[in-house]
């Protein structure tokens, strides 16, 4: 794929045309990757790239954001496709993920949570639903940490711009670092989304 790429790209370069974009996405992975890589070692034009027929949502967008992800990773490409089987916009909102998780367009909050371990004391999953749903509108590009113990929550909300670290039936509020307060479990969200919000 990528000798036939370069074989229009010296048509096109021997007729003077140099605004090219160019696009080696396989279904294949490993093939998409390699191909990209490679391509971008042998030309410097901007590279479109994607991992096509990926599939439904869900499957289609991990393998998406794994091939995706991998090249923006090592500064490899300058236009992005997400292709899912199903609504465009699932496309759209799956590339801006994959986007903001490699730090390469960060348009909103990013929630950093735990994966609910047996140190847990608080209803860490509800409590993360609910302020991802209330702060949909936010458009700043900031760090929520979302975590349920005293053992790694304090410090990992101390490094976010916003943090929650749950005890038991309570938790400590941060702001940069800093903590504001402790609060009731029922008091959490909207103190965390109130002090979210007074910053966007």
Same mark, same amino acid.
């Given at each position: 794929?990528?000798?036939?790429?370069?074989?229009?790209?010296?048509?096109?370069?021997?007729?003077?045309?140099?605004?090219?974009?160019?696009?080696?996405?396989?279904?294949?992975?490993?093939?998409?990757?390699?191909?990209?890589?490679?391509?971008?070692?042998?030309?410097?034009?901007?590279?479109?790239?994607?991992?096509?027929?990926?599939?439904?949502?869900?499957?289609?967008?991990?393998?998406?954001?794994?091939?995706?992800?991998?090249?923006?990773?090592? #500064?490899?490409?300058?236009?992005?496709?997400? !292709? $899912?089987? /199903?609504?465009? &916009? =699932?496309?759209?909102?799956? @590339?801006? %993920?994959?986007?903001?998780?490699?730090?390469?367009?960060?348009?909103?909050?990013?929630?950093?949570?735990?994966?609910?371990?047996?140190?847990?004391?608080?209803?860490?999953?509800?409590?993360?639903?609910?302020?991802?749903?209330?702060?949909? #509108?936010?458009?700043?590009?900031?760090?929520? !940490? $979302?975590? /349920?113990?005293? &053992? =790694?929550?304090?410090?990992? @909300?101390? %490094?976010?711009?916003?943090?929650?670290?749950?005890?038991?039936?309570?938790?400590?509020?941060?702001?940069?670092?800093?903590?504001?307060?402790?609060?009731?479990?029922?008091?959490?969200?909207?103190?965390?989304?109130?002090?979210?919000?007074?910053?966007?």
């Amino acid at each position: 794929m990528v000798e036939s790429a370069m074989r229009h790209i010296e048509y096109f370069e021997s007729l003077a045309f140099h605004d090219i974009v160019i696009s080696v996405k396989a279904t294949d992975i490993d093939a998409m990757i390699g191909n990209y890589r490679l391509l971008a070692k042998k030309c410097d034009y901007p590279l479109h790239v994607g991992v096509t027929e990926a599939g439904l949502p869900g499957y289609g967008t991990l393998k998406s954001a794994i091939g995706i992800g991998t090249l923006l990773l090592e #500064g490899i490409g300058d236009t992005i496709r997400v !292709s $899912l089987t /199903g609504d465009p &916009v =699932n496309e759209v909102h799956a @590339a801006f %993920e994959i986007l903001k998780a490699t730090g390469r367009r960060v348009t909103s909050p990013e929630i950093i949570a735990c994966p609910e371990c047996g140190r847990i004391q608080i209803d860490l999953e509800k409590i993360v639903r609910e302020v991802q749903e209330r702060i949909k #509108g936010v458009k700043k590009p900031v760090k929520i !940490s $979302l975590l /349920g113990c005293a &053992v =790694n929550g304090p410090g990992e @909300a101390a %490094e976010a711009d916003f943090g929650l670290a749950g005890g038991k039936g309570e938790g400590l509020i941060y702001k940069k670092g800093k903590i504001l307060r402790k609060v009731k479990e029922s008091e959490m969200v909207d103190a965390l989304v109130a002090e979210i919000l007074k910053d966007s």
